[in-house]
């Protein structure tokens, strides 16, 4: 029912900055049905780490402590798209990041758990050198 499409990864030296885009097809406006997107981060061997979410029809942020102040996560219902900006970047950022959602009326801190999204992209793959 939804597709998404992670782009903007690649390779920036530490204490660099990032874009990532996320773009949704078959994604709907709100208010029905509405969405809570996320972006996740794994490291290989590692469980997958919620870093932000956002709500389609109420755009509060959701970060995790890892992240904050660090990386904005931002919606544009126009073109069915979120973004992760990343400034500051760290060696730790590294890994493959994944966006995901879920239809939900609402989101919150349990988005940022795995087990709490429906749909995945297929990832990006983000280096960081020191």
């Known amino acids: 029912q939804v597709q998404l499409v992670e782009s903007g990864g690649g390779s920036v030296q530490a204490g660099g900055s990032l874009r990532l885009s996320c773009a949704a097809s078959?994604?709907?406006?709100?208010?029905?049905?509405?969405?809570?997107m996320a972006w996740f981060r794994q490291l290989p061997g590692k469980e997958r780490e919620g870093l932000a979410a956002?709500?389609?029809?109420?755009?509060?942020?959701y970060y995790s402590d890892s992240v904050r102040g660090r990386f904005t996560i931002s919606l544009d219902n126009g073109k069915h798209k979120i973004s992760l900006q990343m400034n500051n970047l760290k060696p730790e950022d590294a890994g493959t990041y994944y966006c995901a959602a879920a239809p939900t009326v609402g989101c919150g801190n349990w988005a940022l758990e795995s087990r709490g999204m429906d749909y995945w992209g297929k990832g990006i793959l983000v280096t960081i050198s020191s």
């Open positions: 956002i709500h389609t029809g109420s755009p509060s942020p």
């Open positions: 078959e994604y709907r406006q709100p208010r029905q049905p509405s969405y809570c």
